[in-house]
């Protein structure tokens, strides 16, 4: 587990999953900038039960408050083709836990984590260029904005363009900064 300040970062275990799947069915919850495709439990029990949702370039972790309640989950995969480096992915469930800074703190462990676990030389962040409050929380953990994919990405029956941030290994604090022990 990669303890923060306020949150947690964990694995994926089988008993986590009703309430995550619940919790990622739920279209209400999922904001303008998420698509619309619904989740299986048998695709998800079947997958956790052959990868436990951690491969070579695909990762997942649950984010986690300090009384244990599932906050949301990270990401890290591969991007597009031969491109160094992974993309991350941050999504908070509920909508009471928006702009609480859990996606912050979360993102700056998981790539310092990312860092100190995989020979890469940078990691990425897409965020639909509406999504403001996205892009100020990858740019509050050090990512640096690249440029703009226009209509790159369909979700809500539109095409939105996607803008993309970067951060080199250099740029990445240490684990041991954003690292805490439990009290």
């Keep these: ?39 299986h439990e048998s695709k998800i029990r079947k997958y956790q039960s052959d990868t436990g949702f951690w491969e070579k370039d695909f990762g997942r972790m649950l984010i986690i ?14 991007g597009f083709g031969d491109c160094e480096g992974y993309e991350i992915g941050c999504q908070i469930y509920r ?8 996606a912050t703190e979360a993102v700056k462990i998981f790539s310092a984590y990312i860092f100190e676990l995989k020979p890469i030389q940078r990691l990425q962040i897409c965020t639909a260029k509406e999504n403001i409050a ?21 979700a809500r029956g539109k095409y939105h363009d996607l803008d993309v941030l970067s951060m080199l290994r250099e740029e990445s604090s240490p684990l041991s900064v954003n690292y805490h022990t439990k009290e």
């Design 95 to 102: 909508k009471e836990d928006w702009g609480k800074g859990y």
């Design 134 to 154: 996205a892009r100020k929380a990858a740019e509050k953990c050090g990512f640096i904005f690249e440029g703009t994919m226009r209509k790159a990405f369909f």
């Design 65 to 78: 408050d300090k009384s244990h309640r599932i906050l949301g989950v990270i990401t890290f995969f591969k």
């Design 1 to 39: 587990m990669l303890n923060g300040k306020n949150i947690s970062l964990r694995l994926i275990q089988d008993e986590d999953i009703p309430e995550m799947l619940e919790l990622m069915n739920d279209l209400a919850h999922r904001g303008d900038y998420l698509g619309v495709q619904l989740h």
